[in-house]
Structures are given as C-alpha cells and as structure tokens.
C-alpha cells in the first residue's frame, strides 16, 4: 500500500474528529458523503455545540446508530467548547473525556493529526494481524495494540495502521482472502496453513 492514509476526507482537525466519530461501523465511504453537508453547515464546534441532535440526526440518519452518534457529536462539541477551547485536544487522555470518542478514535486521531505512535485497532487491523501472525491469540482490541506497539518501530507505527487497515479493505478481506495477489503470502500464518489443510 504505497500510499498509507486515511480514506476518510477531512479539512482540519475537527472534521476529521466528526468524520471518525461517524465512522463507526459505517464505510468511509458513506462518511464521506455525509460529512461535506454536515460540515458546511456546522463547520466548528462552537456551531455544532449550540445545535440540537435531533438537527444533527437529520444530516447523519443514513449512518449506522444516527440517534446515538447525533447525541455524541453535540456531546463532543459541547465539551470541546466548554473544556479545550474549541481545540482538539492531543492526548488520547484528553480525547477519551469527549462523548462519543473510544480508545480507536482517540489512537486515529492522534496518529493522523498529531502524527502520535498510535495504534487504533478496528476489525481489519485485529483480524489482519491475527491472520499474518503479527500478534498471537489477541483477545481484545486494546490486547492486539499493544502486542502490536511492542514490535513495531515508533516512527512506523502511524503508517502500519494505515497498512494493515487497508490491506484488510483491499487484499485480506474478511470472507475471501485475495491470497494469490498478496505480497505477504509468503510470511502470512494463515496462508501457510491454508497450504497445510
């Protein structure tokens, strides 16, 4: 994957705090084509603060839980505002405080914007480093981040979740693994006991 980076679009900070927000269990895609007319009419966090969810919930109800995403970027804002300024914060203590922002939000947002050695797992980086052999047996996500953390170079570590992300979008998908054009089959665990069965 030569070129490593979010598929999400985004202008500064904050739009990529709601573009991640909305992500959850959605495609960038669909955020994508969300975030252009949410962001163009709540373009800072002092107007998102001030706005209702029910408002928000009419931008956002063709994404996964827009009830409860709606609450959580007014929530987010609302705190951003009252507590940081209406500035991102840079920590992934800090960000953990905002509603609606988890371990994997709070790891993307660091890495991507702050260029932090983060590690957000999602689905495709667990299952992807489970099935390459990267990390053995991980139960949970925040157990894979830090077996990952631990083998990876620092200054790596903000590109490879962008690698394993993509690869498991692109060539290691979930059902039907692209085996014969990886170019990791031949140190891949799984391949190599596909080859045994």
């Not at 994508?32 to 949410?38: G, W, Y």
């Not at 953990?96 to 988890?102: A, D, K, N, S």
């Not at 939000?105 to 999602?122: C, E, L, Q, Y």
């Amino acid at each position: 994957m030569p070129v490593a980076e979010t598929e999400l679009h985004y202008d500064d900070p904050f739009g990529l705090l709601v573009a991640v927000i909305l992500s959850a269990q959605c495609t960038d895609k669909r955020i994508n084509i969300i975030t252009p007319h949410l962001l163009a009419d709540f373009p800072t966090p002092e107007v998102m603060a001030v706005s209702d969810p029910a408002v928000i919930f009419e931008y956002i109800r063709s994404v996964t839980y827009p009830n409860s995403k709606a609450k959580h970027l007014v929530g987010m804002a609302q705190k951003l505002v009252s507590d940081f300024g209406g500035i991102v914060p840079d920590t992934i203590e800090q960000l953990l405080t905002l509603p609606g922002v988890g371990r994997k939000t709070a790891n993307v947002i660091a890495s991507v914007v702050f260029n932090k050695p983060t590690m957000a797992v999602d689905t495709h980086v667990f299952r992807i480093s489970e099935r390459l052999g990267l990390t053995t047996g991980s139960r949970n996500a925040l157990q894979t981040e830090r077996e990952l953390m631990k083998y990876i170079p620092l200054e790596l570590i903000p590109k490879a979740h962008h690698w394993l992300i993509l690869h498991g979008r692109y060539v290691c998908v979930a059902r039907k693994p692209k085996c014969n054009e990886c170019g990791l089959r031949e140190w891949c665990r799984y391949f190599g006991n596909s080859l045994k069965s």
